[in-house]
């Protein structure tokens, strides 16, 4: 009896998360009776009117709605007059302020999401503001050279504004991982082209709290495959900086051969490398790979080698692959990914090669076929 009383708590608990839930948005606007207003849903780029409702002559008006999850909301009156919201389930909104002032001057209460949108956007209006103000007094005196000492100091200030509230933004986001309101945070943006934050380790810590409790959320998934976005581009940054920092443009790998004798890239300086990238289990290396034998007789007396790293983790397919594949060139692999070697040549598809000259330069890359043979052929010609 007991074990059934259970199993229908559980089903019912499981059948209450997946239902949508009512909610309410309402308020009171001075100013604004018989004015419309709208209820429109957030999306990734634009968003979606719900329903709208004229407001009555003591400036009252409500929607109701359902979610099954917490929301973005925009409340509108007009293209340029609305505040955005982020409703839960269950949540009673209730708005008040003027129609003249809506975006400055509205309150909210019920909704611990729409609270906290308010004070992110009140904070960076205030910041943008004040950073306006300073652009503006710099502009005017930049020409004047009695105000040097003026506009360093104008420049510190400025710079200050753009830091607090930049480091403001990286705590809130500490301070609620779960929430999306988060996500609106981390899109805030000085201008086009400029984030308020910029810090992967922030947006790495709310991409994956808020993916573990939303990954159906439309604004979760976006800045989920953004952050991965935004984690490629570090590796890429990495890799440029390994190039640069290094007497050769490319880390070095130590790997061991089929045969279990550890090889040295760096010891080929002094000869044309293809490094080359791929898989005994992948169909798009093992038909590259009888090109690549083709390429290797014919250039290895002149100076050329292949230097083949292998990301498999299955010694027998690997072996076989190289005996049937003909494969004389030399073929390490450590049979566990070869995930250090991969992740410093930021490889992301299979198969993938680097084209090096004598001094370990990468001179090319990805090339494959006739780009292969005609650089090769260019080289020793």
């Not at 900086?241 to 880390?251: F, H, T």
């Amino acid at each position: 009896m007991k074990k059934a009383c259970y199993f229908s708590i559980v089903l019912l608990v499981i059948a209450s998360c997946g239902r949508k839930t009512n909610f309410t948005i309402s308020g009171q606007l001075d100013g604004a009776q018989g004015k419309t207003i709208y209820l429109s849903r957030l999306l990734i780029n634009n968003d979606l009117i719900l329903d709208s409702i004229k407001i009555d002559h003591e400036g009252r008006f409500r929607f109701k709605g359902n979610a099954t999850s917490p929301t973005f909301y925009l409340l509108k009156l007009s293209r340029n007059s609305f505040v955005t919201l982020l409703a839960d389930s269950t949540e009673n909104v209730f708005i008040t302020g003027s129609y003249k002032n809506f975006i400055r001057d509205y309150k909210v209460k019920g909704s611990r999401g729409s609270e906290n949108l308010r004070e992110l956007n009140n904070r960076f209006f205030t910041a943008k503001t004040q950073l306006d103000s300073l652009r503006k007094l710099y502009n005017s005196e930049k020409n004047n050279s009695i105000y040097a000492s003026k506009r360093e100091e104008l420049n510190s200030r400025y710079n200050t504004i753009i830091t607090d509230h930049s480091n403001y933004i990286t705590s809130f986001v500490k301070r609620n991982p779960f929430s999306l309101a988060s996500v609106y945070a981390l899109y805030q943006k000085w201008d086009e082209n400029s984030f308020v934050i910029n810090d992967l380790q922030t947006m790495k810590t709310a991409a994956s709290a808020l993916y573990s409790v939303y990954p159906k959320n439309e604004q979760v998934i976006a800045l989920y495959n953004n952050t991965l976005q935004f984690i490629k581009k570090e590796r890429d940054k990495r890799l440029t900086n390994v190039i640069k920092n290094n007497a050769v443009n490319s880390p070095n790998i130590v790997l061991p051969d089929a045969d279990g004798h550890v090889r040295d890239l760096w010891s080929l300086h002094g000869k044309y490398v293809l490094l080359h990238f791929w898989s005994a289990k992948d169909r798009a290396s093992r038909i590259v790979n009888p090109v690549l034998s083709e390429v290797y007789h014919k250039f290895k007396s002149r100076g050329f080698e292949i230097f083949m790293v292998s990301v498999d983790n299955d010694r027998a397919a690997w072996m076989e692959a190289i005996a049937n594949d003909n494969l004389s060139c030399i073929n390490v692999g450590d049979m566990k990914g070869s995930y250090q070697a991969a992740s410093n040549y930021n490889i992301q598809e299979l198969p993938f090669n680097y084209l090096m000259d004598k001094e370990g330069v990468i001179i090319g890359r990805n090339l494959k076929g006739p780009a292969l043979n005609q650089a090769l052929s260019q080289i020793f010609k």
